[in-house]
């Protein structure tokens, strides 16, 4: 029997649960320790130099890094990655990639919007740009895209047909619900930081996350 679109909100919404509270908890141990930890000072402020020397690159590669690379070696490890190494390999290191540097440009962006305090107010309003705009119309839909490719075989005609309406939007809407699980807390805790450190704790919690997601993996 076919999964429907509710269905598959759900059973998304249900399987993010404990992930997500974990991403959040150690999102939040760090944002604390960060305004609250003397002894954490000297490591965060040399993250933030290495981040401000290298710009963009840094995001880059440091995404590349820990959305692709470790995620990559794990499902290698645990044998879930079975066919097309090289190219999966590939794929995870060029599509996270792109990913430091487009979630790079838009923090930059947000804070030409809304400016580099860390108040309530600029917090909030980054965040709801960036999980109901950003997320919802240019990362969910280029990123569910994307794995169905991947999915796909790497075949674009398969894909072609797995990009049907129905089909998209109910893998879209799951996308977009286990988006909000896990990041809407954490991108708020991410916004509280100084420009030179969002991109680090950005890298931190997408590393757990995407080894969590993994490892709930059905084998």
Not at 112 to 134: P, R, S
Not at 144 to 157: H, Q, V
Not at 169 to 181: E, G, H, K, M, V
Request: hydrophobic letters at 55%.
């Amino acid at each position: 029997m076919a999964i429907t679109p509710s269905q598959r909100l759900i059973a998304a919404a249900r399987e993010n649960i404990a992930p997500a509270l974990i991403l959040q908890s150690f999102a939040l141990v760090v944002v604390l320790s960060f305004f609250y930890l003397e002894q954490a000072k000297s490591s965060f402020e040399y993250v933030a130099q290495i981040k401000t020397q290298f710009g963009i690159l840094y995001a880059i590669v440091s995404t590349a890094l820990f959305g692709g690379f470790l995620p990559f070696v794990f499902l290698y490890f645990k044998q879930k990655i079975k066919t097309q190494k090289f190219q999966h390999f590939i794929f995870y290191i060029l599509v996270w990639a792109f990913m430091g540097w487009l979630i790079d440009s838009f923090y930059q962006l947000q804070a030409g919007w809304f400016g580099d305090q860390a108040d309530a107010i600029t917090v909030i309003k980054k965040t709801a740009v960036d999980q109901f705009v950003f997320s919802v119309f240019i990362t969910s839909p280029l990123l569910t895209a994307l794995y169905i490719w991947k999915e796909s075989g790497f075949r674009w005609a398969v894909t072609r047909q797995s990009l049907s309406r129905r089909f998209f939007y109910s893998r879209l809407s799951a996308t977009i619900i286990s988006t909000w699980c896990i990041w809407l807390p954490a991108v708020s805790l991410i916004y509280m930081m100084p420009s030179s450190l969002q991109i680090p704790l950005f890298n931190c919690v997408l590393c757990f996350f995407v080894l969590i997601i993994s490892a709930l993996d059905r084998d």
